[in-house]
């Protein structure tokens, strides 16, 4: 039996990374010309990454849950269709019933957008790919871009939708298209103001038959905690909702008036003018001075995917 120095004897060094692996998974160490695919050596540390970028995605992605969402197969664009009201008569007796009140329909098509990427260059050395601490943050960085991209897109399109007529009018319509709340000159962080408007919001939600199920409102950082710390308007003390926050904490301002309350910095918050980019084969852009915030219902926009948030790795000379 022999042993070298710092060796305990019948053992075998093992690489970082390689435990319980057969054959070990070294990334760089003793692996013959061809021996092991890259994709094998290569795998902890892809698997792990994907895990972490999907989730920084999915804990930043504000807008994505709260509006309509489907899945494109096998083509470029996607219909959502409008349905109008429907209207109630009297019937006489003898009359034949024959189903021709049909409620009117008009259709909005969503073109694919093209491919959008984030991408970052990791060199392939054993101390660069086995350092979790740089995957982890080059992982997060690229969830948070592609999340901060498609809140951006979502969000300017809720705010051109409010300015809009409803595409069906045909009786028993014209149906309510968008509505236009206007805070007043310098109220954009005023606390009273946003609460008037959220209360103002609701009322006309109502009047248009909006569903109070998945209302929300989407602030900025600094209105959301003007709300809590201009403490003269009461926000924390009112029957605003079922909770509410603390001063201390600065969270838990959950509702007002039915509608759930997020904060988010892809507003475009007194963006002026946005302009389209190539690679949007739908139209996002406009002129978003003075505006200062959302308040809308799952209907208000549409999203298709045709690929959901993944990793790819490619190399080369």
Not at 156 to 183: C, K
Not at 213 to 220: D, E, K, M
Not at 233 to 252: H, M, P, V
């Amino acid at each position: 039996m022999t042993a070298t120095a710092g060796t305990p004897p019948n053992s075998t060094p093992t690489p970082i990374g390689s435990l319980n692996s057969n054959p070990q998974l070294a990334l760089s160490q003793g692996y013959p010309d061809g021996s092991v695919a890259a994709g094998s050596k290569y795998a902890t540390y892809l698997k792990l990454f994907s895990g972490e970028m999907i989730k920084a995605y999915e804990s930043v992605c504000i807008a994505k849950d709260t509006v309509q969402n489907r899945t494109l197969r096998n083509g470029k664009s996607l219909q959502f269709i409008y349905t109008g009201r429907m209207q109630a008569e009297y019937h006489t007796p003898g009359t034949p019933i024959l189903g021709s009140g049909d409620p009117p329909v008009a259709e909005k098509t969503i073109l694919m957008d093209d491919l959008l990427i984030s991408s970052a260059f990791l060199y392939d050395l054993d101390e660069t790919l086995a350092h979790y601490s740089l995957r982890s943050e080059i992982s997060s960085k690229i969830g948070h871009a592609l999340a901060e991209a498609y809140d951006k897109k979502v969000f300017r399109t809720i705010a051109l939708s409010a300015r809009q007529a409803h595409p069906i009018t045909a009786a028993p319509g014209p149906e309510p298209g968008g509505s236009v709340i206007n805070l007043g000159d310098g109220n954009a962080f005023n606390a009273q103001a946003i609460v008037d408007a959220f209360f103002e919001a609701a009322s006309i939600l109502d009047e248009k038959n909006v569903p109070s199920a998945g209302r929300t409102a989407v602030l900025s950082p600094r209105q959301y905690y003007a709300l809590i710390s201009q403490v003269d308007t009461n926000i924390l003390n009112r029957d605003y909702g079922n909770s509410q926050g603390s001063l201390n904490s600065g969270e838990g301002l959950y509702e007002i008036a039915g509608i759930s309350i997020r904060r988010s910095n892809n507003l475009p918050f007194d963006a002026g003018t946005v302009a389209r980019v190539d690679g949007e084969n739908n139209d996002y852009s406009g002129n978003f001075a003075g505006h200062c915030g959302l308040i809308y219902g799952r209907d208000a926009a549409g999203v298709v995917s045709a690929i959901g948030p993944s990793v790819q790795t490619t190399g080369g000379m």
